[in-house]
Nanobody, 125 residues
């Protein structure tokens, strides 16, 4: 049974940092692309970042987080991370981890077949 469990969310001040973790079980993440999405109240779920399987791996980021967020994977721990630096109030959202159908990634929600329950990130002074 595929399961994704996010953690690491919370309250951060503008300019602060948080690191989100996504612990996977029921499958080996080394064979799949993995992504992070977010959804703010009243808005659609938005692509944030994704990372392919394989070596070398490829990464993709939405423009609004480039240079501030970093996605990484630790295949030995079966865990994906999202390091978020220089946080802004507009980063406030529920963040979701997702597993791709394949080893590659896209920004389309339909590419991902399993989702976590989400972790809340609030950026406020």
């Amino acid at each position: 049974q595929v399961q994704l469990v996010e953690s690491g969310g919370g309250l951060a001040q503008p300019g602060g940092s948080l690191r989100l973790s996504c612990a996977a079980s029921g499958f080996d993440i080394s064979g799949y692309g993995m992504g992070w999405y977010r959804q703010a109240p009243g808005k659609e779920r938005e692509f944030v970042a994704a990372i392919t399987s394989g070596d070398p791996e490829s990464k993709d980021y939405v423009d609004s987080v480039k240079g501030r967020f970093t996605i990484a994977r630790d295949n030995a721990k079966n865990t994906v991370y999202l390091q978020m630096n220089s946080l802004k109030p507009e980063d406030t959202a529920q963040y979701y981890c997702a597993k791709s159908h394949h080893l590659w990634i896209t920004r389309l929600i339909s590419t991902y077949d399993s989702w976590g329950q989400g972790t809340q990130v609030t950026v406020s002074s």
